[in-house]
């Protein structure tokens, strides 16, 4: 049976890749961006199935017409992908103001302004599947990509506390969290600060030994069957990882973490009172 998704920042990388497979395989999808000329070809393919939707996720008024249009078009909406999002290459102390925020601004409220449009609409429903596109670096740091780290560590706790509150009302809530991928990440659509030359150290170990080498990243391509057996699941995950780094890395960060937090067990239950 076809669902009708909605999902954003769908001219490349995933957006666009799960966009082609979606509609390849019978669903209705609306995808938004803030260019739609990247979507004639779709258009043209699919004429009755797709709709293409100029959108800016940090503009909330823009955010609940796109949805509220989407709703209208096809009577329905089954599943919604906060795709949209980008990264900030810096160390902490080279951060620019302007960047920062507005990595906030679209990695952070962006995705919160699309989940409260949506979210009247799937109560109303009775049923719906929110999915966000996190990161293995919403559950665990890499230096010189903090404030992106934040940005996904901030969404991972929004949408787990999310997923507690709608759960009553038929949605589920997953975060995909992938590691390294062919995408545009690091290259054109990523932000990169002014670099402090006592930070260059740091910045050339980053692939090299703490993250993933370049030429280990994943292709795009196969993340294909994972998106579409997950919005075909009946109980989907909170969270899923995509690549094979993720949990092995997750394992080691979490299994390092807990035995400083059993060192410092003591004094933490000394300070109770």
Same mark, same amino acid.
Request: hydrophobic share 45%; net charge negative.
């Given at each position: 049976?076809?669902?009708?998704?909605f999902?954003? %920042?769908? @001219?490349?990388?995933?957006?666009?890749?799960?966009?082609?497979?979606l509609?390849? +395989?019978?669903?209705?999808?609306?995808a938004? *961006?803030?260019?739609?000329?990247? &979507?004639?070809?779709? !258009?043209?393919?699919?004429?009755?199935?797709?709709?293409?939707?100029?959108?800016?996720?940090?503009?909330?008024?823009a !955010?609940?017409?796109?949805?509220?249009?989407?709703?209208?078009?096809?009577?329905s909406?089954?599943?919604v /992908?906060?795709?949209? %999002?980008? %990264?900030?290459?810096?160390? !902490? =102390?080279?951060?620019?103001? #302007?960047?920062? +925020?507005?990595?906030?601004d679209?990695?952070?409220?962006?995705?919160?302004?699309?989940t409260?449009a949506?979210?009247? /609409?799937? +109560? #109303?429903?009775?049923?719906?599947?929110?999915?966000?596109? *996190? *990161?293995?670096?919403?559950?665990?740091s890499?230096?010189?990509?903090?404030?992106?780290?934040? @940005?996904?560590? #901030?969404? $991972?706790?929004?949408?787990? #506390?999310?997923?507690?509150?709608?759960?009553?009302?038929?949605?589920?809530?997953?975060?995909? $969290?992938?590691?390294?991928?062919?995408?545009?990440?690091?290259?054109? @659509?990523?932000? +990169?600060?002014?670099?402090?030359?006592? &930070?260059?150290?740091?910045? $050339?170990?980053?692939f090299?030994? =703490?993250?993933?080498?370049a030429?280990?990243?994943?292709?795009?391509?196969?993340?294909?069957?994972?998106?579409?057996?997950?919005?075909?699941a009946?109980?989907?995950?909170?969270?899923?990882?995509?690549?094979n780094?993720?949990?092995?890395?997750?394992?080691?960060?979490?299994?390092?973490?807990?035995?400083?937090?059993?060192?410092?067990?003591?004094?933490?239950?000394?300070?109770?009172?």
């Amino acid at each position: 049976m076809s669902k009708t998704i909605f999902i954003t %920042g769908a @001219s490349k990388g995933f957006g666009r890749i799960w966009t082609n497979a979606l509609l390849e +395989r019978g669903d209705k999808v609306v995808a938004t *961006s803030r260019t739609i000329h990247a &979507y004639d070809d779709l !258009v043209k393919k699919y004429p009755d199935t797709f709709l293409p939707l100029t959108l800016d996720i940090t503009h909330k008024q823009a !955010v609940n017409e796109a949805l509220a249009q989407a709703k209208a078009h096809f009577g329905s909406l089954d599943v919604v /992908i906060n795709n949209a %999002g980008y %990264g900030l290459f810096g160390a !902490v =102390e080279e951060l620019e103001e #302007a960047d920062a +925020r507005a990595i906030l601004d679209t990695n952070v409220l962006g995705t919160l302004f699309v989940t409260q449009a949506a979210l009247p /609409i799937l +109560r #109303a429903q009775g049923h719906g599947h929110i999915i966000q596109l *996190s *990161s293995v670096l919403g559950v665990w740091s890499l230096p010189i990509l903090g404030m992106y780290n934040a @940005s996904k560590f #901030a969404v $991972e706790g929004l949408s787990e #506390a999310l997923a507690h509150e709608v759960k009553g009302f038929g949605i589920h809530v997953t975060l995909v $969290e992938p590691n390294g991928y062919k995408t545009e990440f690091g290259g054109g @659509s990523a932000v +990169r600060s002014n670099p402090i030359a006592a &930070y260059d150290g740091v910045r $050339e170990q980053l692939f090299r030994t =703490e993250g993933m080498p370049a030429e280990e990243y994943g292709n795009p391509e196969a993340t294909i069957p994972a998106l579409l057996q997950l919005i075909d699941a009946q109980n989907p995950p909170l969270r899923l990882f995509l690549g094979n780094l993720g949990l092995r890395k997750t394992k080691e960060e979490f299994a390092g973490k807990i035995a400083e937090w059993e060192l410092w067990n003591d004094v933490a239950v000394a300070a109770h009172g």
